[in-house]
Each structure stands twice: as structure tokens, then as C-alpha cells.
T-cell receptor
Framework: ETGVTQTPRHLVMGMTNKKSLKCEQH?????MYWYKQSAKKPLELMFV???????ENNSVPSRFSPECPNSSHLFLHLHTLQPEDSALYLC??????????????FGPGTRLTVT | GENVEQHPSTLSVQEGDSAVIKCTYS??????FPWYKQELGKGPQLIID?????GEKKDQRIAVTLNKTAKHFSLHITETQPEDSAVYFC????????????FGTGTRLKVLA
């Protein structure tokens, strides 16, 4: 899985901690996404960045804070999380939709456990 | 609101048999329909997709069919192999105004050797 990489692969954090998830794409894409995957639920889109600008924010609590410093890197900063935030967090990338980009390619995910 | 229904939630087939997974979407403006395969401990992998100007697309043992009138699309896997065992997700998207995919809830496919 060299196309989209994510670190760390596993993370356990307490509710008062601050941590960050990192995503890097090596596909030359210019749109990047954060998704949350919980058991028995459809994948939930959290944030979309296109050309380093946030273009979608789907009612995500402020304890999740995204950052996209360039078109290859995406971060998700986490603070004061709740146990229900435990899930697999997936990063994806695509070409920009305005350029006709549809196909999204996913990374392996970060398994987050909030204790 | 927009949603995609996916059935069945679990499917067991004997090796060599065919498997069919069906999805129904609600937004008639949807025009792009990808299918993803997710193996344990991995992220979803795009395996095939179809756009609304095409009724069927095939790639080796995998095919997808689309019925725009009924707002149905299906994944067909022929000659199943144990390595096809995974969770499969369908999704629907539209080209204007959003980057959002609406995903189905997934189908866990088990291919029995």
C-alpha cells in the first residue's frame, strides 16, 4: 500500500490527550479526505480538502481538527475525544472533482481507541 | 436524505460459485458508482466502478450492472476463490456540488473452500 499511507496504524489515547493522525499520498492527487469507519455503519465522510482548501466539513465535532499543508499531506488533530470516537479513521485521495476526478483511493487506516 | 441500501449483509458461497451483491440508491442525480473490497486490517480497495452512461462493465471475474430507471446496481463475482473473501462496499456519487460518496453498509462475503 504505497499509494496512500497512514501513521500510526494503531493509537490508544485517553480522553484528555492530544494526538495527530497523518496521511500521505504518493499518487499525484490534489484532493484528500478523512473518513470515519465504525462497526455496522456506512463510512462517514468527515472532511474534504481540494487544492489544499477545505471544501467539505460534514458536521464534525470541533474536537477533530484537520490540516492540509500541501496536496500530499493531510493531518487530523485530535483532542478531548470521547469513547464513541473509537473507530477506524481512513484517509483517501483523488484527483480534484473539477478536473473530473472521481476515483478515491484509500489508505490502510488508523485504528483509534479512546479510553 | 440520500442513502444507499446494500444487500445482503452477509453472503456465503462455495468456491467456484458466483456471488451477487445488490445496491439501491435514492438520489437520481447520482452518476458514479464504485465498488470497494476491504480485507481485514486494510483500507477499502477500489475494484470496479461504473458511470451512468454505461449499463454494464466487466473486468475479468468481476462485473457491475446498472439500472438507472430502477436506481439499482449490482456486483457480480464469478468463479469465486477463497481470496475473494472480504467486505464489499458499494457507493454512489454525483458530479456536481459535492465530493461526497454515499456508501452502503457493506456485505461480508465468505468463500468456502
Amino acid at each position: 500500500e504505497t499509494g496512500v499511507t497512514q501513521t500510526p496504524r494503531h493509537l490508544v489515547m485517553g480522553m484528555t490527550n492530544k494526538k495527530s493522525l497523518k496521511c500521505e499520498q504518493h499518487l499525484g492527487h490534489n484532493a484528500m479526505y478523512w473518513y470515519k469507519q465504525s462497526a455496522k455503519k456506512p463510512l462517514e465522510l468527515m472532511f474534504v480538502y481540494s487544492l489544499e482548501e477545505r471544501v467539505e466539513n460534514n458536521s464534525v465535532p470541533s474536537r477533530f481538527s484537520p490540516e492540509c499543508p500541501n496536496s500530499s499531506h493531510l493531518f487530523l488533530h485530535l483532542h478531548t475525544l470521547q469513547p464513541e470516537d473509537s473507530a477506524l479513521y481512513l484517509c483517501a485521495s483523488s484527483q480534484d472533482r473539477l478536473a473530473g476526478g472521481y476515483e478515491q483511493y484509500f489508505g490502510p487506516g488508523t485504528r483509534l481507541t479512546v479510553t | 436524505g440520500e442513502n444507499v441500501e446494500q444487500h445482503p449483509s452477509t453472503l456465503s458461497v462455495q468456491e467456484g460459485d458466483s456471488a451477487v451483491i445488490k445496491c439501491t440508491y435514492s438520489d437520481s442525480a447520482s452518476n458514479y458508482f464504485p465498488w470497494y473490497k476491504q480485507e481485514l486490517g486494510k483500507g477499502p480497495q477500489l475494484i470496479i466502478d461504473i458511470r451512468s452512461n454505461v449499463g454494464e462493465k466487466k473486468d475479468q471475474r468481476i462485473a457491475v450492472t446498472l439500472n438507472k430507471t430502477a436506481k439499482h446496481f449490482s456486483l457480480h463475482i464469478t468463479e469465486t476463490q477463497p481470496e475473494d473473501s472480504a467486505v464489499y462496499f458499494c457507493a454512489a456519487s454525483k458530479s456536481s456540488g459535492t465530493y461526497k460518496y454515499i456508501f452502503g453498509t457493506g456485505t461480508r462475503l465468505k468463500v468456502l473452500a
